[in-house]
């Protein structure tokens, strides 16, 4: 259009030029007339040439104009399939996650139903026992009656009784022990069930965790002011009468002699002197708990000795102590599982192999990942030493981690991680307070602020040691 608009503008101007030329030519009478010829060739030559020049650069303009609209166009192409294939990605997520779904709620309803059956079957065989103590008390009332009759010879008819007695005492015995074993295999589809059930749910949180919708980042964590730590004694809790001879090496030593019920209890590693843990049954068994955080009411910016030796309260939050939690792993090969809960209420866990160094070596604690639904943020297959505010062992770059991050730990790089630092609440928005806070940290990614921790180990063979 610039162009045409050009031409316009020039072609009046050569008119114009070629008239004056004329009438030049006339006013003048010494010219002849092959000149005024000459001069009108001269200036259609010069209109020719403009014109040309004109049409080389439209020419010129609508190849470039092309180009561009086919690098546009090449562009919308790529944006709309890269669009396809996101829509594909996200489709497949959303699918995977419904029908992670409804096999968790199937499961749920399996779990409603076998419990249901399993209280009901509990009900049956109460009423059983209480049959066969009714039966036992008139069986012995007819041995004593044998007893005072056995100078005299029993008639065919109280033999004939006793022996029909003892027979459906038999029976019902039997009809115990059947039901005792069902009901036994009802209780281990039922920790099969929670177990899947359990696997379900941290593969939705992974989905969840991993897709679009879930980027936003766990809150930060409030302040509370910490009291003064104090090691509470549970001797009427433990199930062992307080005869250390008699106490199990650890918590799955106590379930699997029985104890169902989480709690205080006393242990005796081989080894070793008894002291008291909490013990957690969960998963079919039971785990040693070392370390506990929910509320912030226990200032974690102890001494070394203190971590050594253990602080706080066994029934809300407390730290067990390196000696102690050394001495219960140097028997054998245990799990190192912590469970993670941000303040939305969400929860994660990671499990590691681990294997634990005494006092000798700053108790080194070197890792290896198992399983679990948060990435690692703690380094592995390295040996890393403890440290506190007290007793850092490895300053690193002069850098004091316990100092700076108030509490102790297994630093490396004074970033991975800290459970045990200062508890820090969602109003605290200032990055050093963060860094200073209970945090989960991956090596690459942000910071995840905790609301509760929790530290347990478990044998790894999942039976209690001899």
């Not at 004091?400 to 800290?418: K, Q, V």
Request: some cysteine.
């Amino acid at each position: 259009m610039k162009i045409i608009l050009v031409f316009l503008f020039i072609a009046p101007l050569a008119l114009s030029t070629g008239a004056e030329k004329d009438y030049s030519s006339f006013d003048s009478a010494a010219s002849p007339e092959t000149k005024s010829r000459f001069a009108m060739l001269d200036d259609v030559r010069i209109l020719a040439n403009g014109l040309l020049q004109l049409g080389h650069g439209l020419k010129d303009f609508v190849h470039k104009t092309k180009g561009q609209m086919n690098d546009i166009f090449q562009k919308l192409y790529i944006f709309d399939r890269s669009f396809y294939e996101l829509s594909l990605q996200t489709s497949e997520i959303k699918e995977e996650e419904e029908q992670l779904r409804q096999t968790t709620a199937r499961l749920q309803i399996n779990n409603e139903e076998i419990k249901n059956l399993s209280q009901e079957m509990n009900s049956k065989i109460e009423d059983l026992i209480q049959n066969k103590i009714q039966l036992q008390e008139k069986v012995w009332g007819l041995e004593d009656k044998v007893t005072k009759l056995a100078i005299t010879q029993p008639s065919m008819q109280e033999t004939k009784e006793i022996s029909s007695l003892k027979a459906f005492v038999e029976q019902q015995d039997n009809h115990i022990k059947q039901l005792l074993r069902i009901v036994e295999d009802q209780h281990v589809q039922l920790d099969r069930q929670h177990n899947q059930i359990m696997e379900l749910e941290d593969k939705v949180q992974n989905q969840r965790y991993f897709s679009f919708q879930n980027l936003s980042s766990f809150l930060t964590l409030k302040e509370s002011m910490a009291q003064p730590f104090i090691w509470v004694s549970h001797p009427s809790c433990s199930q062992f009468g307080g005869v250390e001879d008699s106490a199990a090496p650890d918590c799955t030593g106590l379930y699997n002699s029985g104890m169902r019920s989480s709690g205080v209890y006393t242990i005796k590693p081989n080894g070793s002197e008894a002291f008291d843990v909490y013990c957690e049954m969960k998963f079919g068994s039971s785990w040693t708990v070392i370390q506990n955080r929910v509320d912030g009411s226990l200032d974690f910016n102890q001494t070394w000795d203190a971590y050594a030796n253990g602080f706080g309260d066994l029934n809300e939050e407390f730290w067990l102590g390196l000696n102690k939690t050394y001495s219960i792993t140097k028997q054998g090969d245990y799990i190192f599982r912590i469970e993670l809960q941000d303040w939305k209420d969400n929860k994660r866990y990671i499990e590691y192999a681990f294997s634990l160094g005494g006092p000798e070596t700053d108790y080194t604690l070197q890792l290896s990942r198992i399983s679990g639904s948060i990435p690692n943020a703690l380094p592995e297959q390295t040996e890393l030493q403890f440290s506190t505010t007290d007793r850092d062992v490895d300053i690193i770059n002069d850098f004091n981690c316990p100092e700076n991050y108030l509490g102790g730990w297994w630093h490396s790089e004074c970033e991975e991680t800290n459970l045990n630092g200062k508890y820090v609440t969602p109003r605290s928005r200032g990055r050093l307070d963060r860094r200073k806070g209970l945090y989960w940290k991956p090596k690459k990614g942000r910071y995840y602020l905790l609301k509760s921790t929790k530290i347990m180990i478990h044998p790894t063979d999942l039976k209690s040691f001899d």
